[in-house]
């Protein structure tokens, strides 16, 4: 078993650019530079530089768009792709419609289950 390479060999550089590119997943940028996608967070934190969330968080704003809290994915902040939730800020559901959707149909599985329906 080939056991992923450290971090701490990859140029502070790489390791830089690999974590504030957004538009790829980190799972992605570690498998290029072969090295765990913890070690490049523990590399960027490190150096500095703010949580993954908190700039996804602040780009989608300035653009409008929020990320889904389960599958990640940067969508337009608008009720076409978020369910109304009054109780947040922006007046939108964290989670995208089709993960709400998985996730209510999951749920009800699981409490039909639990009553053993
Ligand atoms: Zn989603």
């Known amino acids: 078993m080939s056991r992923p390479l450290k ?12 974590y504030l590119d957004l538009d790829t997943t980190l799972r992605v940028s570690a498998e290029r530079l072969g090295c765990g996608n913890d070690s490049i967070v523990t590399r960027a934190r490190a150096m500095g530089l703010p949580s993954r969330g908190v700039l996804l968080t602040e780009r989608a704003r300035a653009r409008a768009e929020k990320p889904c809290k389960r599958c990640c994915e940067v969508k337009p902040a608008t009720a ?5 939730e009054l109780r947040n800020r922006d007046g939108l559901d964290v989670y995208c419609k089709p993960c709400s959707r998985w996730y209510s149909r999951a ?11």
């Open 7 to 18: 971090a701490n060999v990859i140029p502070a550089s790489a390791i830089r650019e690999a």
């Open 80 to 84: 076409e792709h978020f369910n109304a």
């Open 107 to 117: 749920s009800m599985a699981r409490r039909r289950m639990e009553v053993g329906l």
